[in-house]
């Protein structure tokens, strides 16, 4: 191992260095976000950026380094064992390193963008039709309870209704707004 690396020149063994020392980080990156670690501790700059700016497409992030790095280097040792000059091995490498780096971004950002907060928003909820669950008083009487589905889920919420008759459990009813404390205004559902 020995003589080979030693009978390499300067520019193949900054390739081969690289590609060492890239590939094992990225490898270590790798296995700790598949098992869940926290990478702060390596050095890792995406945290500090998300919790301090909120940025979701970060192009430049310790991650994409070691993309840019690893890919960059074993696609020059390709380069030049392909038998290319050093310009163009690294227009090549570079190339493709700024290539995986633009990839791990986007896909980050897009991953980024499905996160949900789950917060029920009540607004939502306007012209839902539901059903009564606990009697609503009449003329904002007395709150009740609706069954409406909301954001995808079935959600039991509290209700008044602006009718002139006590709404019943059963009775089907249109959700018409919201108030400000989020309690549903229903009436009763016309077919």
Known sequence: MEQWFA???TFEKVYWL???ISSVIFLI???LTFIGGEVDDLGDVDAEIDGDTGIGFQFLSFKNLMGFFTIFSWSGIAALNAGYSNVITIIISVSCGLLMMLAMASLFYYLHKLNSDGSLRMKNAINSV???YLSIG????RIGKVQVNVQGGLRSLEALTDEN???KQGDIITVTNVTDNGI???NKHSK
């Not at 009449?138 to 009487?141: D, E, P």
């Open 165 to 167: 008759i006590d709404l």
């Open 184 to 186: 549903l205004i229903v």
């Open 29 to 31: 990156l790798l296995v």
């Open 130 to 132: 539901g059903e009564v």
């Open 18 to 20: 690289t590609a060492g």
């Open 7 to 9: 009978a390499l020149n």
């Open 138 to 141: 009449a003329n904002r009487s």
